[in-house]
């Protein structure tokens, strides 16, 4: 691609969240039949809407596709997933979740999984969230 065509993406922002669990072990989603890069496994989250601060958008997609219940001083960010798509550029703070409510489970027909750290490489992930594993190995 060249650097013309990608300063022409529109710049999408999604917030992300790794949650953890007492054992260490992260939640990884699988995207749905019918939605872009359907049947990869990702850390949930969703678009942040006009208005909502990041860390407002992971309580509200939280509740919305997981039923896990969270508070704004239980998240903290991580760093920051980048990365050009075809049709847009996608910026993704990915949070760290430990404190949390409720058992998760995929509320709108998604597969979940909980896995280890080390295991995660063996779930195909989109290209965004790949370059997030390292900080998470590192910080787990
Ligand atoms: O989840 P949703 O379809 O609203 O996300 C918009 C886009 O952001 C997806 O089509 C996908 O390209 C990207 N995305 C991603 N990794 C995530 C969540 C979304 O790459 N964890």
Known sequence: MTETNAKQRRILLVAACALVD???????????????LAGLWEFPGGKVEPGETPEETL???????????????CLAPLTFASHTYDDFHLLMPLYVCRRFEGTARGREGQAIKWVRPKALRDYPMPP???????FLMDLL
Do not use: F, M
């Open 22 to 36: 007492a054992d260490g072990r992260i939640l990884l989603a699988q995207r749905p039949e019918g939605k872009q």
């Open 128 to 134: 965004a969230d790949e370059p997030l594993i390292p």
């Open 59 to 73: 309580i509200r997609e939280l509740d919305e596709e997981l039923g896990i219940a969270t508070k704004i001083p």
